[in-house]
């Protein structure tokens, strides 16, 4: 599952491709124009944007050049009509991570996705950092500070379930058969508790946490 945005004017491509992505899994928004791509490519946290190149108010090769010149490292996916090899090789140099040719099949536009997340997933597999705490896979560590936190296993596999679906509500259920396991028999008291104590080591402030967010009648969101 992953975080996609989707730059397409043409509402015909833009909204069955959402709902396709959207009934694997994923969770997906759409802009319509270059301008509103730009703001929203760069203040939010997507796992990948697929980028139309022929857009209003500002094109996508203009977009991926901002982003980039603002430091946003997220996987870029050109959607272009442009079949001309200069283009297609400015677009590359320009920071994008691939491109597909419209019109393109379903079936190839999600292959090219799968690569390019398969790229990017390692180095966010390995190290998680948000602000001052970092959580190290590799080494099963917590950080914060730069001082080790005394993280137990349950603790730090609750953590990495919250982290890899960051952003997104998890009810109590899916916490449980994600960091306990399913078939366990676990109470939502029991859970509650153990983000408590969590909250106790990555928050900077516990009573009013930033990162494990309540969502009243819900469950829980990470927001990292």
């Not at 094109?59 to 297609?88: N, S």
Request: aromatic share 8%; charged share 35%.
């Amino acid at each position: 599952m992953a975080r996609i945005l989707i730059v397409e004017d043409e509402s015909d491509i833009a909204q069955p491709l959402a709902e396709d992505l959207g009934l694997e899994g994923h969770q997906v928004e759409i802009a319509a124009d270059g301008e509103s791509a730009f703001q929203r490519g760069r203040d939010a946290k997507w796992d990948l944007i697929l980028l139309d190149v022929m857009l209003p108010r500002k094109d996508g090769f203009e977009v991926c050049r901002q982003l980039r010149h603002a430091g946003v490292r997220t996987p870029i996916i050109l959607l272009t009509a442009r079949t001309q090899e200069a283009e297609k090789v400015m677009g590359l140099d320009l920071g994008a991570d691939d491109y597909v040719t419209k019109p393109f099949s379903p079936r190839e536009l999600r292959a090219r996705m799968r690569a390019v997340l398969r790229r990017f997933e390692p180095d966010a597999a390995r190290i998680y950092r948000s602000d001052d705490f970092e959580v190290d896979f590799d080494r099963g560590e917590v950080r914060r500070g730069g001082k080790l936190v005394d993280a137990t296993p349950l603790e730090f596999k609750l953590l990495s379930v919250f982290i890899r679906h960051r952003g997104r509500v998890l009810s109590r259920q899916q916490l449980i058969d994600e960091a306990w396991g399913q078939d366990t028999f676990v109470t939502d008291r029991v859970v509650d508790t153990h983000i408590v104590h969590l909250r106790k080591k990555i928050e900077p402030n516990p009573s009013t946490p930033r990162y494990v967010l309540n969502v009243r009648g819900m469950g829980y969101r990470f927001d990292g």
